[in-house]
């Protein structure tokens, strides 16, 4: 089963995606862009915030409708957004146009600086309201570890857990990150579908550690995968 089927996310319905929380959105991003190219999807990428360009794909800054359909007719999968700050993308805002011109479209909405857990800022995370989904990615690799050397924002997390700052990340503080509204819950609108992605298991007992908040975010009603990158995949450069 694919990504998109394992989430139970549906390219004909979820058309706008949005990432949020921790390490891992952008790989999760690509992957999800390569399956909908494959699935016959053209796909544009874009930000609310800011992401790396990638290498592979079309870039373009002009959200004009009918710029977009032709730059997808020729290239399937393109990324849509103005070069900023340290070579950054920064996106455009137009998701109902870019809905108009893409079968899929996948926007990283919120940002961690590569660490695998944080409690959003109160400017965070920019969730597109024509959003149809968000996903909140969660680095495993967080477990047992210091807040303050684990998640973005530790003192944010540490507020929200009501712990020290030297307190180690449990499995019982991820769960609650993950289904807070103040965590990866927040600004998910009724009508958004919720997902999350327990990234880097890497190793059964991450894996074995990873499924057990998995089993306890279904009894939340809140569906969820446990999920490895490989260290080629890791950043996406390598399905486009």
């Known amino acids: 089963m694919g990504l998109w089927g394992a989430l139970r996310l549906n390219m004909d319905v979820h058309r706008a995606v949005a990432l949020v929380g921790g390490g891992g959105k952008s790989s999760t991003m690509y992957a999800l862009a390569r399956e909908a190219a494959d699935g016959g999807r053209r796909v544009i990428v874009t930000t609310s915030t800011h992401i790396m360009p990638h290498p592979g794909l079309f870039l373009t800054d002009n959200p004009d409708p009918d710029h977009l359909r032709a730059c997808l007719a020729e290239h399937g999968v393109i990324t849509l957004g103005t070069l900023g700050r340290a070579d950054k993308l920064c996106g455009t805002g137009e998701i109902g146009v870019c809905k108009q011109a893409a079968g899929v479209v996948l926007i990283e909405a919120d940002g961690a600086r590569l660490m695998p857990l944080?409690?959003?800022?109160?400017?965070?995370?920019?969730?597109?309201?024509?959003?149809?989904?968000?996903?909140?990615?969660?680095?495993?690799?967080?477990?047992?570890?210091?807040?303050?050397?684990?998640?973005?924002?530790?003192?944010?997390?540490?507020?929200?857990?009501?712990?020290p700052m030297e307190a180690l990340v449990t499995e019982e503080d991820m769960l609650h990150i993950l289904s807070s509204p103040l965590g990866g819950r927040k600004q998910v609108a009724p009508h958004m579908a919720y997902r999350c992605v327990l990234n880097k298991a890497d190793g059964p007992d991450l894996a074995r550690r990873g499924a057990?908040?998995?089993?306890?975010?279904?009894?939340?009603?809140?569906?969820?995968?446990?999920k490895h990158y490989t260290e080629k995949e890791r950043g996406g450069l390598c399905w486009f």
């Open 118 to 163: 944080k409690i959003p800022a109160d400017h965070e995370p920019v969730i597109p309201p024509e959003s149809d989904a968000v996903i909140a990615v969660a680095g495993l690799d967080a477990l047992d570890k210091p807040i303050a050397a684990a998640c973005h924002r530790p003192e944010r997390v540490a507020a929200f857990l009501d712990k």
């Open 212 to 226: 057990e908040i998995q089993k306890a975010l279904a009894g939340l009603g809140i569906d969820s995968i446990v």
